[in-house]
């Protein structure tokens, strides 16, 4: 079953913040994040391990909240660069060591 | 950082014929690697996971006649999509987990391969 991302779209001026959030109906074990230009692979941004944990690097952030089995990625001060289709990808606690995607959020970030 | 080599980028091929991707870890053993297929605009969707060794693990739904995946080395693992269809045109790609020890480490993809059948 595919974790829920939302919203799908959004569209951003530089230097706005964003929210992208990810929810799944079974318990996980993680959560992964990832960004994906246009014709290219997708990259890593961070993975979160533990309930209630953080983490963030530069202007991207992420928090995971495992009894709810929600988690929602940070991205503030947008860049022009941040623009692409994110993804959470979830490892679920009865079906791990794989990584199902989430229906991802495009994300623009215009001048 | 961790490197992994997708070929070919892009085939294009007669319906019924069958189709080879190759992925190479090019820096590190991979004894899982995973394969995903994306349509445009869509998620990734997992088709199966790969180990060195072994037969492969195919989601639900997957065709396991239709996508024949061997992972004959560390290093490399290769998808074939055999007779090919129009409806198997799309995007596929693969990824590979440096340290699945705890849980699933980050997973590091390949560039991808556009595979259109006529």
């Known amino acids: 079953q595919q974790p829920v991302q939302s919203p799908q779209a959004v569209i951003l001026r530089e230097g706005e913040d964003a929210v992208i959030n990810c929810s799944s109906s079974k318990a996980l074990y993680s959560v992964h994040w990832y960004r994906q230009k246009h014709g290219e692979a997708p990259v890593f941004l961070m993975i979160?391990?533990?309930?209630?944990e953080q983490k963030g690097h530069d202007k991207i952030s992420a928090s995971f909240n495992e009894k709810k089995q929600q988690s929602s990625l940070y991205l503030t001060a947008s860049q022009l660069s941040y623009s692409g289709t994110y993804f959470c990808g979830t490892e679920r606690v009865d079906s791990s060591y794989k990584l199902i995607f989430g229906s991802g959020t495009r994300l623009l970030v215009r001048p | 950082g961790a490197v992994v080599s997708q070929h070919p980028s892009w085939v294009i091929c007669k319906s019924g014929t069958s189709v080879k991707i190759e992925c190479r870890s090019l820096?590190?053993?991979?004894?899982?690697m995973f394969w995903y297929r994306q349509f445009p605009k869509q998620s990734l969707m997992l088709m199966a996971t790969?180990?060195?060794?072994?037969?492969?693990?195919?989601e639900q739904g997957v065709e396991k006649d239709k996508f024949l995946i061997n992972h004959a080395s560390l290093t490399l693992s290769t998808l074939t999509v055999t007779s090919a269809h129009p409806e198997d045109s799309s995007f596929y790609i693969c990824?590979?987990?440096?340290?699945?020890?705890?849980?699933?480490?980050?997973?590091?993809f390949g560039s991808g391969t556009q595979l259109s059948v006529l």
């Open positions: 790969s180990n060195e060794g072994s037969k492969a693990t195919y």
């Open positions: 990824s590979a987990s440096v340290f699945p020890g705890q849980g699933m480490g980050k997973l590091f």
């Open positions: 979160l391990l533990k309930g209630g």
């Open positions: 820096d590190f053993q991979a004894t899982t």
